[in-house]
């Protein structure tokens, strides 16, 4: 079965540091892969996506994600953190059906 | 582009009344629409995924008579929450993708249901 993994519920990172969200999946096939930011009460904004080519993907707000095949991950990154970065990130990958198959999220809080 | 809206953006009902939330395709035509409910602190959770002119599918556990979907046009699709419950309260979106679009899904900013 298809499934994706986000393996930390909250991540704190400190103003201007690194920051880095983790995201693991399981597919058949070729993965499509999909980080998705929410802000309070808002939809989604999408960030990047990876469906093939290079395997370092430049995405909005200065985040980027590296797909890993052989460790079947996706984490998003970002090279300093900003306040407004705080917020809820979503993976997800698309299923056979074309549906997106989402993890259960990530609560970033970036502090000053 | 790629604009997903949808109306409203939060709506109070009574018990026992019925609701009807739109997800609007502003700038393309939208092939196929998803509905997607959400709890507080939860992931979102897929309702229903419509293509225009066919029936919605449903997906398990989701009543399809409570939760109606029309995908009336490439531009719209309505969901109607039918005989509202306080536990159908719940912030529900809605997205919608197109042929060529890299399968990307498009995400309306959300609908705040309250039932009181």
């Known amino acids: 079965a298809q499934s994706v993994a986000q393996p930390e519920d909250q991540v704190n990172v400190a103003e201007g540091n690194p920051l880095t969200v983790k995201c693991t999946y399981s597919?058949?096939?070729?993965?499509?892969l999909f980080w998705y930011v929410q802000y309070p009460n808002r939809g989604l904004q999408f960030l990047l996506k990876y469906i093939t080519g290079d395997n370092l993907v430049k995405g909005s707000y200065g985040f980027e994600a590296e797909f890993n095949k052989s460790q079947t991950s996706f984490h998003l990154k970002k090279p300093s953190a900003l306040v407004s970065d705080s917020a809820l990130y979503f993976c997800a990958v698309r299923d056979l059906n074309y549906q997106l198959i989402w993890g259960a999220g990530t609560k970033l809080i970036i502090k000053p | 582009g790629a604009v997903v809206s949808q109306h409203p953006s939060r709506v109070i009902c009574k018990s026992g009344t019925s609701v009807k939330i739109e997800c609007r395709s502003l700038d393309f035509q939208a092939t196929t629409m998803f509905w997607y409910r959400q709890f507080p602190k939860q992931s979102l959770m897929l309702m229903a995924t419509s293509n225009e002119g066919s029936k919605a599918t449903y997906e398990q556990g989701v009543e399809k008579d409570k939760f109606l979907i029309n995908h009336a046009s490439l531009t719209l699709s309505t969901l109607t929450v039918t005989s509202a419950h306080p536990e159908d309260s719940s912030f529900y979106i809605c997205s919608a993708s197109f042929q060529g679009a890299s399968y990307e899904q498009y995400f309306g900013p959300g609908t705040r249901l309250t039932v009181t």
């Open positions: 597919v058949s096939g070729n993965p499509y």
